[in-house]
């Protein structure tokens, strides 16, 4: 079993609406969460980053952490045709030098 | 400010060539990264080093080397390339203070 699991989609929603995109982890040592988009042939740019439970809001996003259910979450309200792209959502626990991403989930946004 | 940068962008080699590629970061970080990404397999890390001087290991390190030259770079190298190789390499540099990672824009290796 993977540390941190994600579906790979694909994932397509019309322009406008709200986006769930979902991880789970196994390590209750892991604190901190991060979501990556990834843009197709570019490098992974760092999205949203939180630390231990709670939501982070960050304009159109959310990330959402449930530590209890080991459940991380991002939202996308008013989605765009621009946030089309993968998505990477990544976790370490303190004094660990490495990042567990999960496998990404490719979304499109339909004009 | 460049951030993390990657050379080449693009490389095909045949099997059994070596290569080098090469990462810079900016931002005086301490940590580096490796990773390969493949259809399917997200991001995997290759190799890393936490300080100049030092490198580890990561989940798939066979068939690579690595040398942190100095603080600001880290290079990548295949010393017999094999077309198992064929895939995007990113390096990545850490900051200290949130854990977060910064990469690179990758780099494209087909290896025939």
């Known amino acids: 079993q993977k540390e941190v699991e994600q579906d790979p989609g694909p994932l397509s929603v019309p322009e406008g609406a709200i986006v769930s995109l979902n991880c789970t982890y196994s390590n209750s040592a892991f604190q901190y969460f991060m979501w990556y988009r990834q843009y197709s042939r570019k490098g992974p740019e ?5 630390y231990s439970s709670g939501n982070k809001e960050d304009g159109r996003f959310t990330a959402q952490v449930d530590k209890s259910s080991k459940y991380i979450s991002l939202f996308i ?3 765009q045709p621009s946030d089309s792209a ?4 990544a976790s370490s626990h ?4 490495k990042l567990t991403f999960g496998t990404g989930t490719r979304l499109t946004i339909i004009p | 400010n460049a951030g993390v940068t990657q050379t080449p962008k693009f490389q095909v080699l045949k099997t059994g060539q070596s290569m080098t590629l090469q990462c810079a970061q900016d931002m005086n970080h301490n940590s580096m990264y490796w990773y390969r990404q493949d259809p399917g397999m997200g991001l995997r890390l290759i190799y890393y080093s936490a300080s ?4 580890d290991k990561g989940e798939v ?3 690579y080397n690595v040398s942190r030259l100095n603080k600001r770079e880290f290079s990548l190298r295949l010393e017999s390339a094999a077309p198992s190789q064929t895939s995007v390499y990113f390096c990545a540099s850490r900051a200290l203070r949130t854990d977060t990672q910064y990469f690179g824009p990758g ?6």
């Open chain 1, 94 to 97: 303190f004094g660990n030098e």
């Open chain 2, 61 to 63: 390190p066979n068939g």
């Open chain 1, 86 to 89: 993968t998505y990477l959502c």
């Open chain 2, 107 to 112: 780099t494209r290796l087909t290896v025939l």
């Open chain 1, 77 to 79: 309200r008013d989605s």
């Open chain 1, 46 to 50: 760092l999205l949203m980053y939180t």
């Open chain 2, 52 to 55: 100049e001087g030092t490198t």
